[in-house]
């Protein structure tokens, strides 16, 4: 028995070494998707190998080109599936950058070709630390940038507009241009930029439906909650119990750190609804552990009765309780015979809705 | 064959490398996959389509990082590709949104644990299954996460705590762990 608090220890443990047998079609699949000509001879490899060298040595170039494109791509906002693809490229870089070194070196005394590719590595290397020194810069700016938002509030995003100001700084040594450029869109952002909320709320389902969770997702300086039950509460986020079910409108209103106000409605609908969720066609009563027991699958009932008949009409099952289930026997405990039996269930839920139905089911053992 | 000669046989496209190589790690592999899908089928689907990858980008592989741990992130990948694109014929359904029904008594405690885990995940919305999946198990952080899902940091954190609970609850009602 483990400690249940650390779920995350019990799963990470359990799937560590967890295995399945895997269905032999998707190796046919696999195979068909990655078959190639012909392998190359071992005369054209040399030559090859030169040629190789180069494409990674390119590829790693339009690399440095993407990773460049994501710091300003994330500077700028823009949208998060070209982060996840920049991020992806990212990963890549890593892994291809070691590649190169680890084949570069036996090549060297091999290959005329190499100098020159080992010429162009340098300049890829010394690309790709640029790209990181900017990363460093990027990250002591937002640092300073952090401690000045506290002083100079004046805008709704000031760490994103002092950001980009100190690195433009930083950029004006290498390029005056750019910078005009840069500047002018930080003057955009700030204008542009507007106080935005969002609430989430939803409905416990698993406690008694009705208990909502609520929560504000953005940085606000406060928040006020109307329930639209007559209580409030001023909660970032937390739970709400209502007494009764029913339609109620939340309105969240949130307040930024500069007196900019913000209401958000939803709208929560606590409803009972009982169903009858799963009726099984068949049972199989030999005891292997699949399909042994009918069992009904039922939500919120109140009421429940079900029969079950063999085909002359005789009753081998009868319950009002739905956690009896049939086990394949007849009333006197004998084993009913393979075929055909009828059931018919009669429930009524707690929202007071009726539900009756009937069916077969198919007995094997 | 160690995983060096492996490499060195996939990047050359010898047919018996490439063999080995997925019968060495297809199996742990599909342990991968089952986490993130609601099925064996979708999980082998994602096997497949990891493993076309793997043997596509070989020569990407840095020989120094752990030949497992590469191709378990090209399955996580795969996974998420798979989670995206799915989410696109959802009708943009707030993951938040669904809402599910967990039965008890689908749980039969078995005697390898990690099925009967793995059974109460695949129970799980994708949303959940996917952040709790992410977060617990490969050890992203929420903010990873999020630029991973295109959700926000917030949300993947909200969905994570939602998950947790209802499987605390359903661990705790099957007597798998105990307080």
Known sequence: MKNVNDIEELFSKSFENFEQEVNPSVWTNVQQAIQTPAAPTSAASAAGKGMALKYVAIAILSVATVTGAYFIANEFNANQNEKQSALSVLEEDKTATNNQTHIAEPQSDLNKNSTEILSDKHTIQTNGRETKTEKEINNEVKMSAHSEKENTSTSTKPEFVSENNTVTAEKNKQNAEQKETVKENTKETAVVSTFEIDAEVNVLEDYDNKTIAFSIENEVEKVEWNFGDGNSSSLLSGLHRYSNFGEYVVIATAWSKNGQKKSIKKIVNLQLISSIDFVPNVITPNNDGSNDVFNVKLSNMQVFHLIIVDRLGVTVFETTNPEITWNGNDLNGNPCKNGTYSYVIKAVGIDNKTHNTNGTIQLLR | ?179
């Not at chain 2, 996939?10 to 899908?37: F, I, P």
């Not at chain 2, 990082?65 to 707030?94: C, P, Y």
């Not at chain 2, 695949?122 to 490969?138: D, H, K, S, W």
């Not at chain 2, 929420?142 to 609970?165: N, P």
């Open chain 2, 1 to 179: 064959m160690t995983d060096e000669q492996l490499v060195e046989g996939c990047v050359k496209k010898q047919a018996l490398a490439q063999k080995a190589l997925y019968d060495k790690y297809s199996r742990r592999m599909l342990g991968v996959c089952l986490r993130y899908a609601s099925s064996t089928d979708e999980a082998q689907d994602i096997l497949q389509d990891g493993f076309i990858k793997v043997f596509d980008k070989i020569e990407a592989f840095n020989a120094k990082g752990s030949l497992e741990g590469w191709i378990r992130r090209i399955m996580v990948n795969t996974a998420l590709d798979n989670f995206r694109k799915n989410k696109k014929h959802m009708n943009q359904t707030d993951v938040d949104d669904v809402k599910y029904l967990l039965k008890a008594d689908n749980f039969v405690v078995e005697s390898l644990e990690a099925k009967a885990l793995l059974k109460i995940i695949q129970t799980l919305p994708t949303g959940f299954r996917t952040v709790f999946n992410l977060y617990a198990i490969e050890g992203y952080s929420h903010k990873e996460i999020g630029v991973m899902l295109d959700v926000s940091e917030g949300t993947s954190k909200s969905q994570y705590s939602r998950a947790r609970a209802y499987i605390q609850k359903i661990l705790e009602k099957e007597n798998i762990t105990s307080r």
